[in-house]
């Protein structure tokens, strides 16, 4: 992959941060975004800004078919048989809100068990609290591994007829963990119960492919996959989205409104009340073609390089724990530095220009399992180069010296 030409299309990668170049390694909260992006978000808003499927005017008619063009993508992107099954949302967050408060709120009852695990992002976790709360119903959590793996005995000892839904990170946003959710489907559906895979972290590193994964919800967030921010999808299977009951009321989402009684639109449009993120969700087609023309198993195959690299180079400096050692990660590095608060490291290397994210990644019950505040986490995109982490840890040599 040349990565020094990729580089030249990320602007921002050409500033400086305190007077030194900007070594970004935060890509896991959000990667940065090519230009190609920013010019979709330009074009549209220069030349074709419509609201979508209601009008009949030439704008209008642009607007729609970009608008579901990028529907198309996303089918395409993550394997989905349908683009009817493509919901948009602000995020995964809000994409897991969607089923928690639809699906979860019809088919979850008393006594009923939902299974998590515990490396869950908070926004896999609060929505199906709040739903078991409401619902009487029982959270169970897989318990993790030392090494940052999950204990999947564990999970299968969870399993009985009792559970109705599994909801599982792909890729852990603390360790970059990847979990063998094929296999926690497969296992899961034994015992009838639906399995949403949070793919916040996946969409960006991993081949998906939902059919043969065979989950029943998968979520994304546009701004993890060079995509611009308060967009990203919700698939769900047809048979399940089609029987759903509606998430918010509005425009669009009707087929006829009268006092007595609303009848709901078709998918996808039953999901999307209201006036979308047309502009947004029109760039994130782009950057979705950006990452198809590189190649995932390119990105993959350098991310892992940088990954390779930087766990040698962080093992040896004295002091440092590697948070997260499963066998199978993507490139995403934790760590902790003894007697070195996270946040301490994270604001000396920002004064070198580099720019990490530290505390607890919204998983304060991971960071509790290991016992640790936080941890310092370096993420790396397809842009990222061994030199930076070179200035990484040069960094962090400058900054353990700094406060012993
Ligand atoms: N799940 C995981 C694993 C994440 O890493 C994140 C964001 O960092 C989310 C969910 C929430 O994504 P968003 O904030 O884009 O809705």
Request: aromatic residues 6%.
């Amino acid at each position: 992959m040349r990565v020094a030409e990729l580089r030249q299309q990320f602007p921002i990668l050409g500033r400086t941060v305190k007077d030194k170049p900007l070594v970004y390694f935060d890509n896991a909260a959000t990667s940065q975004k090519p230009q190609c992006v920013i010019d979709a978000l330009t074009h549209y808003y220069s030349h074709y800004n419509a609201n979508i499927h209601r009008g009949i005017h030439t704008l209008a008619e642009e607007a729609t078919m970009a608008y579901e063009a990028t529907r198309s993508a996303v089918q395409d992107f993550i394997g989905a048989a349908s683009a009817e099954e493509i919901i948009f949302t602000r995020g995964t967050t809000e994409a897991i809100n969607l089923v928690a408060h639809t699906w979860g709120r019809e088919n979850v009852g008393a006594g009923d068990e939902i299974i998590i695990s515990g490396m869950e992002h908070h926004s896999n976790i609060v929505p199906w609290q709040i739903i078991c709360e409401e619902k009487n119903a029982i959270l169970k959590v897989i318990p993790v591994l030392d090494n940052g793996e999950l204990d999947m005995d564990a999970f299968k000892q969870l399993l009985s007829n009792k559970v109705k839904l599994v909801a599982i990170v792909q890729v852990s946003n603390s360790l970059g963990t990847v979990n063998p959710v094929k296999e926690i489907i497969a296992a899961a559906h034994q015992v009838g119960a639906k399995v949403l895979v949070d793919g916040a972290q996946s969409a960006v590193h991993l081949d998906i492919n939902v059919q043969d994964l065979d989950c029943d919800f998968f979520a994304f967030s546009g701004h993890k996959v060079y995509g611009p921010t308060g967009i990203g999808a919700l698939y769900g299977k047809k048979m399940l989205l089609d029987t759903m009951p509606v998430f918010q009321g509005g425009g669009e989402m009707i087929k006829e409104v009268t006092f007595e009684k609303t009848t709901y639109n078709d998918l996808p449009y039953k999901y999307e009340a209201g006036t979308p993120n047309i502009a947004d969700t029109i760039a994130l087609k782009t950057a979705l073609d950006f990452i198809a023309k590189i190649g995932k198993n390119q990105i993959r195959k350098h991310e892992d390089e940088l990954l390779a690299y930087a766990t040698v180079q962080l093992q040896a400096i004295p002091g440092l724990t590697i948070i997260g050692q499963a066998k199978n990660k993507v490139g995403l590095v934790s760590f902790v530095i003894d007697n070195v608060h996270p946040q301490d490291i994270g604001v000396l290397l920002d004064n070198m220009g580099i720019a990490v994210r530290t505390g607890h990644h919204c998983t304060q019950p991971l960071m509790k399992r290991f016992g640790i505040p936080g941890t310092v986490r370096a993420s790396f995109a397809l842009y990222n180069q061994k030199e930076e982490i070179d200035v990484l840890i040069a960094g962090l040599h400058k900054t353990i010296k700094m406060l012993a």
